[in-house]
């Protein structure tokens, strides 16, 4: 049987613990995962937890209960919402059948009555859940899925195989439609070792192949196809700089897909063209994003423009695919696959080079194809490796066991330089965002989104940043920074509450006061009493 969790708001606190007590949640299939007394504070519960369920009073201090339940439809549409209230008007009512609540509840609540509500509820989530693991309507949407020419366009775009001169006519043909003026491809990974009970993996593919469908195709005007065991979306933007909103919600999808279909998927989100012969690079790019989960983890969104800026540089096809295994392996894998990749390229480099003039070449090849890889790769390509010629000449005098080392050192060698300036890089975000917030702390407009649009990347990399390096969220050490400073202004000066409450960044005097007491367990008044004294 599915349980599902709610998250109870209201401002006064006993009318929540009369509801937790009086409801037999656990004979409903429902578990309450805690609850909030105010909008603000149940905003970032619903986006910590998600909750199946939101059940929440309309008059609310900071964020009311409307405002809430417009923020929650618009980013968490899937979730349920429950209003109920004190306050029998019909704008109200009105305002809530437009936002498409579950259910309007006068208080005093009796429990019977929302007993039978979340009997309602707990029938309509598991007809959703039923709906969309029904192993029969997945089988018959994977047959049938997009029409067979499309199909085959799409992939063959992918694959480089369409001319300039054949494209006009494939879109007329296929009535295909490419407004753009940006295009991208996405690659949807999941994970065939989370497989829920009594489901293949074939069909759990084609159920995230589905949801990605409705989730993002509308908006991002995406063709989708199965391709290579994975699902590609070809989307289209306005704006080159929808990418980092592209993200986030690529980000929401992963972490959606695994709480209704249980998946567990990665989303790579490769280069942005204007196009769409390029899409080609944007594939393969989107690919090697998918790549980085081993770096990054599942289920997450991950643009390879954020993660690794320095290591798309196309450097043309590589004509030895134990070389490529082995450049992929420096950027990816661990040190003791590298060496392996290493020992694999130099096997291959033995077997294939059937006289001493195929050696000398394969040598160049691969002297080629460090110093292409150190310059896509920003790295100091004399630092790394010295003169390319002396360096060529050095080599092909090495005995096999020599050389075998000589390669495995440098390949670890490039692993290590490609991991600091990958910490360089986050640090850097990171120093930058907290310069911002010691600058700007004061501006009531600072938030997680305006740090990401000056930043020029998604809240979803920036969040995982700032919270691996400092430990924090970035809203955590906003406020945190914000009330150490309300704290010292209060020592140090005889401002009024309000005025100081502005200096730091809050409109609202009251939500200050609010904020200042959950971090320093006393009103900002008694603090300042009790400190002055000290």
């Known amino acids: 049987m599915n349980t599902y969790t709610v998250l109870l708001v209201d401002d006064e606190e006993e009318v929540i613990q009369v509801i937790i007590k009086k409801i037999n949640w656990e004979w409903l299939g429902f578990s309450v995962i805690g609850y909030a007394n105010n909008g603000v504070k149940a905003l970032e519960m619903v986006e910590e937890f998600q909750p199946d369920v939101v059940m929440t009073d309309i008059k609310m201090p900071y964020m009311d209960g409307l405002e809430l339940c417009k923020h929650i439809k618009a980013e968490w549409p899937a979730t349920k919402i429950l209003l109920f209230t004190g306050f029998d008007e019909f704008e109200y009512a009105k305002e809530a059948v437009h ?13 019977v009555e929302l007993t039978n509500v979340f009997i309602q509820m707990k029938e309509k989530l ?3 859940i039923s709906e969309k693991r029904n192993v029969e309507t997945l089988q018959k949407y994977y047959l049938e899925s997009l029409p067979l020419l499309q199909a085959n366009f799409y992939s063959t775009l992918i694959e480089g195989r369409i001319t300039e001169a054949e494209l006009p006519k494939y879109l007329s043909d296929y009535q295909i439609a490419f407004s753009g003026p940006f295009f991208g491809c996405l690659v949807i990974y999941t994970s065939p070792s989370h497989v829920p009970e009594h489901m293949n993996p074939l069909l759990l593919s084609t159920a995230v192949q589905k949801q990605a469908e409705e989730y993002l195709g509308k908006k991002w ?84 423009k954020e993660v690794a800026p320095r290591e798309i540089g196309r450097s043309g096809p590589m004509t030895d695919g134990k070389l ?39 040598i160049m090849e691969l002297v080629s194809g460090l110093y292409k890889f150190a310059t896509n790769n920003n790295l100091d390509v004399e630092d790394c490796l010295g003169d390319m010629r002396k360096l060529y000449s050095r080599l092909l005098d090495l005995e096999p066991d020599v050389m075998g080392r000589w390669l495995t050192k440098m390949s670890l060698s490039f692993r290590d330089r490609l991991v600091s300036a990958r910490s360089s890089s986050t640090q850097s975000f990171v120093s930058k965002a907290k310069e911002h917030v010691h600058s700007n702390y004061a501006d009531e407009e600072l938030s997680l989104d305006s740090i990401c649009k000056i930043l020029g990347v998604s809240n979803s990399y920036f969040s995982t940043i700032f919270k691996k390096e400092t430990g924090n969220s970035f809203i955590g050490y906003l406020t945190e920074y914000r009330m150490e400073q309300a704290s010292r202004q209060l020592i140090e000066t005889d ?40």
């Open 99 to 111: 936002l498409e609540v579950e259910e309007y509840v006068l208080k005093p609540v009796n429990s």
């Open 324 to 362: 490529s295994n082995l450049f992929k392996a420096i950027r990816l894998s661990p040190a003791q696959e590298i060496t392996e990749a290493a020992g694999a390229y130099l096997e291959h480099l033995s077997v294939s080079a059937k006289s001493l003039q195929q050696y000398h070449i394969a």
């Open 495 to 534: 401002e009024k509450n309000y005025i100081i409450a502005k200096n730091v960044g809050y409109t609202d005097p009251n939500y200050f006061s609010y904020v200042f007491k959950r971090q320093f367990g006393v009103s900002p008044s008694k603090y300042r009493v009790e400190h002055t004294k000290k």
């Open 221 to 304: 005007q995406a063709k989708c196809i199965s391709y290579l065991g994975n699902t590609v979306l070809i989307v289209q933007m306005k704006d080159e700089k929808k990418a980092s909103e592209l993200t986030d919600e690529c980000d929401r999808f992963c972490r959606y897909a695994e709480r209704i279909i249980g998946a567990v998927v990665t989303v790579g989100i490769g280069r942005v063209c204007e196009n769409i012969l390029d899409l080609p690079l944007s594939y393969d790019s989107a690919r090697e994003a998918v790549s980085y989960r081993v770096i990054y983890g599942a289920p997450k969104a991950i643009n390879i």
């Open 126 to 128: 598991n007809q959703e």
